[in-house]
């Protein structure tokens, strides 16, 4: 095998979505170019390569598990997924005399603008004001170090021109991609699990707890009032939210929404979304939903009808309006009326959903990613 490549990020395998997908998906594929190791919060998933699990977000046990790795695996790139593992690793380096590693930064998300853009949405704007400075200093910090940056889309180096009132010299978009098991079409390994609700079509929504960024939480609130709005189509719409339990939610339920929990096996998630019929992206302006991008790569993938808000694809314009999806306003009337057009002609929507699997499978697998991303960590580290 050729260089060493050390893989430090959030990567929490007891959340296996999210943000976790990037490192362990990234991780998985990077090891046919490089011998990998992984830092992360969790990494027991992680059988692919040697790891070190943190246990928690803290600065100081980070900046120690680097150091112990510099010292024994003795990597010649430190890639840095996020802002947390990315300063980690800028301290390592710049606390250490002689052999350096070659630092490469990704940022998933912009998170000085998810937080500025929720700020008068949530319950305690001061807090997320905080949280809003302290991501800006830290992400400016990383951003004004000079060091190679990946970003998970285009949007991102033009928040950072607009925020920062600089492009740094070396970034590079390489957005998040899809796995085989979604790819697959044709492996139904189950009898169908929505027969009770037959024959509605089903509109699945994936929306799991996470951490700190409320995005999800508002997409199930949204989902529930198109759900209220469509309760007397019970035969033509039955939504579906995967990720959630009923007693997460306060609200008063309607009839024409199932909630499944957290499916812990891949493979009745597998299951559960391509069985579906149309896959919803119900997100605000507020939501600012980063993580969404996941959420419509993996839809697109399942060969799913997406019914879409404006901000469900941001990062993901190459997806386009009657293209690849459907695209509707924000109002609660609008989502909902889109979503009853759906579930009525879907075979009339069959071409966007052939144009969308065509585009992923050509451009959006994880191996994909990983081999454009292989590239630039070579062409940086010999640089």
């Not at 976790?20 to 990494?43: A, E, K, N, S």
């Amino acid at each position: 095998m050729g260089k060493r490549l050390l893989i430090v990020s959030t990567l929490d395998s007891s959340q296996p979505f999210g943000a976790f997908t990037r490192p362990f998906y990234l991780g998985q594929y990077l090891t046919r170019y490089f011998d990998v190791f992984q830092i992360g919060l969790d990494c027991s998933s992680v059988k692919y390569a040697p790891s070190i699990s943190i246990g928690s977000r803290n600065m100081k046990s980070y900046i120690q598990a680097i150091g112990k790795c510099i010292d024994e695996f003795c990597p010649d790139i430190i890639y840095a997924q996020e802002t947390l593992p990315g300063l980690a690793a800028l301290i390592s380096l710049k606390l250490r005399k002689g052999y350096k590693p070659c630092l490469v930064l990704d940022f998933h998300t912009f998170s000085a603008y998810e937080y500025w853009m929720r700020l008068f949405s949530v319950a305690n704007p001061f807090k997320e004001f905080v949280q809003c400075i302290k991501t800006y200093i830290a992400q400016g910090i990383l951003i004004f170090s000079g060091i190679p940056i990946i970003a998970a889309g285009d949007a991102i180096p033009k928040l950072i021109s607009q925020w920062y009132g600089r492009t740094p010299q070396q970034i590079y978009s390489i957005g998040n991609g899809v796995t085989e098991d979604l790819l697959n079409t044709e492996l139904f390994l189950d009898k169908d699990p929505y027969q009770a609700f037959r024959p509605a079509k089903i509109v699945v929504l994936i929306a799991p707890k996470t951490f700190q960024f409320p995005s999800n939480d508002m997409s199930v609130l949204m989902t529930i009032e198109v759900a209220k709005y469509l309760e007397n189509h019970q035969q033509k719409v039955h939504f579906v939210v995967i990720g959630r339990d009923n007693n997460d939610i306060l609200a008063p339920i309607p009839s024409n929404i199932s909630f499944l929990g957290f499916l812990p096996k891949r493979e009745a998630f597998v299951n559960y979304v391509k069985y579906a019929d149309i896959a919803l992206l119900p997100f605000s302006k507020q939501a600012v939903a980063g993580g969404a991008r996941n959420k419509a790569l993996d839809y697109f993938a399942s060969r799913k009808l997406v019914v879409s808000t404006p901000e469900g694809l941001r990062g993901l314009e190459e997806f386009r309006h009657l293209e690849h999806l459907l695209v509707t306003g924000y109002s609660t009337e609008e989502v909902a009326n889109t979503v009853l057009d759906a579930a009525s002609n879907i075979d009339k929507y069959q071409s966007l959903v052939d144009s969308a699997y065509t585009l992923i499978r050509e451009k959006y697998s994880w191996n994909a990613r990983a081999q454009n991303i292989a590239q630039i960590l070579l062409k940086v580290s010999h640089s």
